[in-house]
């Protein structure tokens, strides 16, 4: 992660979190409920959401643990925090959110009882710091839930070929988030057992993914991690890009004019012992 620093990276999710998850793409809401139900989230639980972004994950957290419970969402981009902390006082949900760093929270030893993180873990500069902590927070018998990405959908790489020209060398690692501890279901599961986890499961799953059209696509890709490429470019190739883009996704639409993306995610559920 070197050359995107931490501070890089909240101030580009700072730069998103005005249309992030709000632009009608069913995404983080959908991975985010069906980690909560895989690690099986129940009435009166303490929970941290770990880079909470607008809430796609605290908000049905809270929901599921009650009044009786508690969720802490955390955000390195201040954005974030301060957009979902007017959500949750306008939506009166039992949940708070505070301005601070994944990968060394400033929590008590063993505070919560449910550690979640989506699509957070490979943004982080030391993956496996960030995992010991998340495992230092839980109180024993705790368990985390954390989700990355899988394969690329195969459909889509002319897509992504078309951003490569503008990464530099020093960006390189952004283009291979699927490598190294990411690479597998199994490496990741090695390197969650290395942070102090037991009993890890994980499993991949295939979920379609709609855009009503292909500039819809191009729209939605600029309010999430997405953007970084889209930044590299100098402005005054923007125009070119966005064209080749819509021309690689021409042959992707469906008879209704959408595009569709098979997007690969892992969930992986880990315990404190
Ligand atoms: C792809 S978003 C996921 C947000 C949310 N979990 C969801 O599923 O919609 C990644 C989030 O992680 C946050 N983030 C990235 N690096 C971080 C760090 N070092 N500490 C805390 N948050 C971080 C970003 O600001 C962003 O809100």
Redesign the pocket.
């Known amino acids: 992660m070197s050359a995107y620093t ?1 501070q890089a ?2 101030l580009l ?1 700072d730069r998103t979190a005005k249309t992030y ?1 709000a632009l009608g793409v069913d995404f ?1 809401g959908v ?2 409920r069906e980690l909560l139900d895989r690690v099986g989230l129940v009435p009166g639980e303490r929970v941290l ?6 809430g ?2 605290l908000f049905p957290a809270a929901e599921r643990v009650g009044e009786g419970g508690s969720v802490l969402g ?4 201040a954005e ?1 925090i301060e957009r979902t902390a007017k959500d949750i006082e306008d939506r009166g949900v039992n949940a708070s959110v505070s301005l ?4 060394e929270p400033t929590l008590p030893d063993a505070a919560f009882d449910v550690v979640l993180a ?3 873990v490979f ?2 500069p030391d993956p496996v710091a960030g995992l010991r902590s998340w495992h230092r927070v839980l109180k024993p018998g705790g368990r985390a839930g954390v989700t990355t990405f899988g394969a690329d959908d195969p459909r889509w790489a002319s897509v992504r070929e078309v951003f490569k020209p503008f990464v530099p060398p020093e960006l390189a690692w952004t283009l291979a988030v699927r490598s190294g501890l990411f690479a597998t279901v199994e490496a990741f599961g090695q390197a969650v057992e290395s942070a102090g986890f037991t009993g890890v499961t994980s499993v991949e799953r295939v979920c379609p993914v709609k855009f009503a059209d292909p500039g819809h696509w191009i729209t939605w890709s600029w309010s ?2 997405q953007r970084m490429f889209w930044e590299l470019i100098p402005e005054d190739r923007l125009d070119a890009v966005r064209q080749s883009v819509l021309a690689e996704l021409e042959p992707l639409r469906e008879p209704d004019g959408s595009v569709v993306l098979a997007q690969t995610v892992r969930y992986t559920v880990a315990h404190r012992g």
Do not use: K, N
């Open positions: 931490r990276m909240a999710f998850d983080f991975f985010a959401d770990v880079g909470c972004g607008r796609a994950v955390i955000d390195l981009s974030m601070m760093d994944a990968q989506s699509f957070v943004f982080l999430h991690g």
